[in-house]
């Protein structure tokens, strides 16, 4: 019966904007054009709200040369939203795709966005109500389970990278303490691939926290001390996700604001770097320490992409609705690598509830013994995923003698 489905297919964007989001929907949209069985083409303006709300666009009367443009633009072309539905919203999205025919729906999103996908696909065999619901995976903290990686991680880690690699020159140029704070809610992904910054020996970032790993101000002080005193400045970069030894959110401890899903408001808030940057003033008494929050610049900054990023989540979007008609079952589509020396990634079809609401940590293997550094291991992960950064160059210093 699921194979020989016909209908209008719904396309939505949820969850935070990525440089490569536009990507995966417009793949969608033009695989789509292509099968017969799909009718309508709709977009949900602000994911599943337009739906409650029926604010629909007709995807099949833009041109390619706009859909073209709109898959190498930042952030959700649809608009998104952060919203989880309740029982009732969920037999009324459904009152309403009925309404509509619609028989294919997307959802382009995290692990929260799998959630809502895989809610309403129970909730549709509740009801009898035949119609295919897609993930199609997005998240810069690269947190989904099933993935090796997820599209939008490798751009934002470019981003991450590169912002570092011009703060690192900075603190060379006037040096001291400076703390950058990353995006990374559980997950230290994105604030590893600071590491990639590091062109010579003594380049920053000289340390890096992870959410994965307890934070012990005693040790923070101290690290920190150790490379002042050898290179005269330190250069550190730490994840807003960090926590103590009961798991709870340093920064959390500041804000009590949450979204639908109950999590608290870690990023852009400055509240955690200015707590780091004033603990180490005081307690080590060093006289110029800056602190940065990346915030939201690093999700969705025009033009730093990677280009294996943008091919990935094409490829995913594409899938998606390939899979959609041509089976009967629901899914998301998970980016899987083959071992090897050489890059290699593969796409799999895997189950919704597989990537629903819980997500992944950094493996172990990828954070030092210390705790406050990637290894080699995790250097040979995201390199090939990034891609080239710029070239930094540096005077040799030829010292003229004294008259």
Do not use: W
């Not at 998104?80 to 999205?93: G, L, T």
């Not at 101290?222 to 730490?238: A, N, P």
């Not at 995923?385 to 008259?403: A, S």
Request: net charge positive.
């Amino acid at each position: 019966m699921g194979k020989e489905l016909k209908g209008n297919m719904v396309i939505a964007q949820s969850g935070g904007p990525t440089v490569v989001i536009n990507q995966s929907l417009v793949a969608a949209v033009t695989e789509a054009r292509k099968h017969s069985r799909i009718k309508g083409i709709y977009g949900s303006l602000n994911g599943i709200k337009g739906i409650l709300e029926e604010r629909f666009t007709d995807l099949r009367r833009e041109t390619y040369s706009t859909l073209k443009k709109v898959a190498f633009t930042p952030c959700a072309a649809l608009g998104s939203v952060r919203k989880k539905p309740s029982e009732q919203e969920c037999a009324e999205i459904l009152r309403i795709l009925q309404k509509y025919d619609v028989r294919f729906f997307f959802y382009i999103g995290g692990n929260d966005s799998a959630e809502t996908a895989n809610i309403l696909s129970e909730s549709a065999k509740k009801l009898n109500y035949e119609f295919r619901c897609f993930h199609i995976p997005k998240t810069i903290d690269n947190d989904l389970l099933e993935n090796d990686h997820t599209p939008g991680y490798a751009s934002a880690a470019k981003f991450v990278a590169m912002a570092v690699m011009g703060d690192n020159m900075d603190n060379i140029s006037l040096p001291g303490v400076k703390v950058d704070i990353v995006m990374g809610r559980h997950a230290g992904f994105l604030v590893a691939a600071s590491a990639l910054a590091r062109s010579s020996e003594d380049d920053g970032p000289h340390l890096i926290y992870f959410p994965e790993r307890p934070f012990s101000k005693e040790q923070f002080l101290k690290d920190v001390e150790g490379v002042y005193s050898k290179l005269g400045r330190c250069l550190i970069t730490v994840s807003e996700g960090i926590a103590d030894e009961k798991g709870e959110a340093i920064a959390s401890k500041f804000t009590k604001e949450v979204d639908t899903y109950g999590n608290v408001q870690l990023s852009g808030t400055g509240v955690l770097g200015d707590l780091l940057a004033d603990m180490i003033k005081k307690e080590l008494k060093v006289s110029r320490v800056r602190a940065d929050t990346f915030g939201y610049l690093q999700r969705s900054f025009p033009s730093v992409f990677s280009e294996v990023d943008a091919k990935e989540a094409y490829e995913v979007g594409k899938l998606a609705v390939r899979y959609a008609v041509s089976t009967n079952i629901d899914g998301s589509i998970a980016i899987k690598r083959k071992p090897g020396k050489k890059y290699n990634a593969y796409f799999e079809l895997v189950p919704l509830n597989k990537v629903a609401r819980n997500t992944r940590n950094m493996p172990a293997k990828f954070i030092n013994k210390q705790s406050n550094d990637v290894t080699p291991a995790f250097i040979n992960y995201v390199k090939p995923l990034v891609g080239k950064l710029p070239e930094i160059g540096k005077l040799r210093y030829y010292p003229i003698n004294k008259r």
